[in-house]
């Protein structure tokens, strides 16, 4: 719809593409999160597709989030400031602050890739560490909240 349709695009477009790209993120995670369920709670994927899967999920969720902040955002900025935002609510702006939200999001999850493993005998993917990095991995969660 946005590639084919939508011309030209406005800022409040940019914003709405990048939200649809993010929750495009979580239906490429669904097929294997449908099939553990299926296989009654045995991960069968390994551990690289395992870290992958809890990635591509959270970049969904936080990027969810913060992109549905930006339309909050923007919309506010319109309604209520509407002189004071025509030179603002441009399309250059939305392309800069959605590659920042990118960014952020992605720095922000990637620690995911390293904690996440999946179980001993195909236990569900889950993020763990050993006992000598808890304090490490605390920290880190504490921060990304």
Known sequence: MFVCHMRPWSSISVYMFNLALADFCYVLSLPFLIFYYFNKT??????????????????NLYGSILFLTCISVHRYTG????LKSLGRLKKKNAVLTSTLVW?????S???????SRTGRNGTPPRVTTRPQRMSCRVTLS????
């Not at 504490?142 to 909240?145: E, G, R, S, T």
């Open 42 to 59: 045995d991960w069968i994927f390994g551990d690289v597709l395992c870290r992958l899967q809890r990635f591509i999920f959270h970049v």
């Open 109 to 115: 999850i990637s620690p995911i890739l390293y904690y």
């Open 142 to 145: 504490i921060a990304c909240v």
């Open 103 to 107: 960014v952020v999001v992605i720095a």
């Open 79 to 82: 309604v209520v400031h509407p």
